[in-house]
């Protein structure tokens, strides 16, 4: 079946502008995260979705960064006023359930954002 | 908070020969550890899980262990081939380790 997709695959925005990156999760997955990895480093924890509950929003790094999950399904993180430090790859996983279940997380192929 | 550390440097393994990449993890023991595998450019795929009361855990060529007593989980890969070469990821939750980079060489 089709995996976790990510749109677009490669962002180049300028500093000041606003963006919004896409996940569409696994069919059926009720858990959803969002990363982001900076060149050699590792996964950055951003946010986690689980069904109908309220969103951890524990790892955004400022009010600049917001994220909803429409539906149970489809998410987008969006960027304000973006700047060079917020270049990164933003990866995006879903699984069948929370991490209290101990479910591996399938992961898309990322988003790369360029800040110029 | 949790913390997991892995080796950043680099591994240089033979291939055929047995790789063993380290995690250790701060504060409390984790209900379980996960393993993954990144290739440059590509999301990490999942490869194992391992549960605070196993011991051991075997598919295939991969072994995982887990020692609460070091606070440490153990990831091998016996018979290394070249196409074993990425970096692996040690996760508990959404926590996830730098990773070890493991070059398999011809």
């Known amino acids: 079946g089709a995996g976790v997709s990510q749109s677009p695959s490669n962002k180049v925005t300028e500093k000041g502008k606003d963006v919004e990156l896409r996940c569409d999760p696994i069919s059926g997955h009720t858990a959803l995260y969002w990363y982001r990895q900076s060149l050699g480093q590792g996964l950055e924890f951003l946010i986690y979705?689980?069904?109908?509950?309220?969103?951890?929003k524990s790892g955004l790094p400022s009010d600049r960064f917001s994220a909803e999950r429409t539906g149970g399904s489809v998410s987008t993180l969006t960027i304000q006023r973006t700047q060079q430090e917020d270049s990164a790859v933003y990866l995006c996983a879903s699984s069948p359930a929370g991490t209290g279940s101990s479910y591996e997380q399938y992961f898309g192929p990322g988003t790369r954002l360029t800040v110029t | 908070s949790q913390k997991i550390e892995q080796n950043s440097e680099a591994l240089n393994i033979q291939e055929g020969k047995t790789a063993t990449l380290t995690c250790n993890y701060t504060n409390y023991s984790p209900a379980y550890l996960q393993w993954y595998r990144q290739d440059p450019g590509r999301g990490p795929v999942f490869l194992l899980l391992i549960r605070e009361n196993e011991k051991e855990k075997r598919k295939e060529r991969l072994k995982v262990t887990f020692d609460t007593t070091l606070k440490q989980s153990l990831f091998h890969i016996t018979a290394s081939q070249p196409a074993d070469s990425a970096t692996y990821l040690c996760?508990?939750?959404?926590?996830f380790g730098k990773g070890t980079h493991l070059i398999i060489q011809p």
């Open positions: 996760a508990s939750g959404f926590t």
């Open positions: 979705f689980q069904g109908n509950s309220a969103p951890d």
